[in-house]
């Protein structure tokens, strides 16, 4: 068994008594929980030290009345006889009031770690977006300089006439997304370019062609089928530049044949 002293024990009457503190500390540490302590004043003696005779004297002490007491209940007393037909067996006046006590300091000390325990067990982790904000700018413009700096090596390379600047820049910008587009990959580029255009391909179709199949390198075009015979993939430029040049051909054969011209620019053809 233990309890729990408080510093009042010290403070009160029964201050500079040592045998009487040293006897009722003893009590209250076999003390059960309704504050019972049935223990021979012999066997007190022997655990703390003093005769039988200062144990009892120490005792009387502790059952008499105390007019000083902070606690009116039984006039002061300190502890109480269990049975009056036997001179041994006590109850401790206060214990259950001060036991209160101590369960209620407990009680907080517990919430106050249990509530410490959980914050730190779901404490947020630590954020690392503005820790790495100042890196992540720095990642940032970094890439803005070789951006820039890519830019400035593509104008040193001289672009050929016959090479659009918007499809170079095109390339150079689907290129430009994926690892290895460094300056000797972009000379080799425009050498690609440069053989497959004297075979006779369209540059700009060539790049659409590797920008729209998502591959890294430039090749001939691919020839696809239709009408049992093979003809170049058409590019998208060229595409629309035949749709336009078909439509305006329309328009013109409307007029020349008295046609509505709104209607043959549908490709609708109404004759009387």
């Known amino acids: 068994m233990y309890a729990k002293l408080f510093t009042s024990i010290y403070q009160g009457t029964l201050r500079g008594d040592t045998h009487g ?3 009722f500390t003893n009590l209250l540490a076999h ?3 309704e504050g019972w302590v049935d223990i021979h004043p012999k066997a007190i003696a022997e655990e703390v030290g003093l005769s039988i005779e200062q144990v009892r004297t120490a005792l009387s002490a502790l059952e008499s009345p105390d007019p000083e007491s902070r606690s009116p209940e039984e006039e002061g007393r300190r502890i109480v006889r269990l049975d009056e037909h036997r001179d041994w067996g ?3 006046v206060n ?3 001060y036991r209160a006590i101590r369960s209620e300091e407990e009680r907080r000390e517990q919430n106050r770690l249990a509530q410490q325990r959980w914050r730190e067990k779901h404490k947020p982790p630590v954020s690392t977006r503005k820790q ?3 890196k992540q700018k720095q990642i940032h413009i970094q890439k803005q300089e070789d951006q820039k700096k890519g830019a400035a090596k593509a104008s040193q390379l ?5 090479l659009p600047k918007s499809a170079w ?6 290129r430009n997304s994926m690892k290895g587009w460094t300056h000797k990959a972009k000379t080799l580029s425009l050498g690609t370019l440069t053989k497959l255009r004297e075979k006779g391909h369209d540059p700009t179709a060539v790049i659409e062609q590797s920008i729209e199949r998502g591959w890294t390198g430039l090749f001939e075009i691919k020839q696809e089928k239709g009408n049992g015979t093979n003809r170049p ?3 998208a430029s060229g595409r629309a530049e035949r749709k336009g040049n078909e439509h305006l051909a329309r328009l013109e054969e409307a007029e020349r044949s008295g046609n509505d011209p709104l209607l043959a620019a549908h490709g609708r053809d109404i004759r009387s």
């Open 132 to 134: 790495n904000k100042p």
């Open 21 to 23: 503190l040293v006897v």
């Open 90 to 92: 006590w109850r401790i």
């Open 169 to 174: 820049n095109d390339w150079h910008n689907f």
């Open 233 to 235: 993939a058409e590019s």
């Open 158 to 162: 001289g672009l050929p006439d016959w």
């Open 95 to 97: 214990h259950v009031k």
């Open 31 to 33: 003390a059960d929980a």
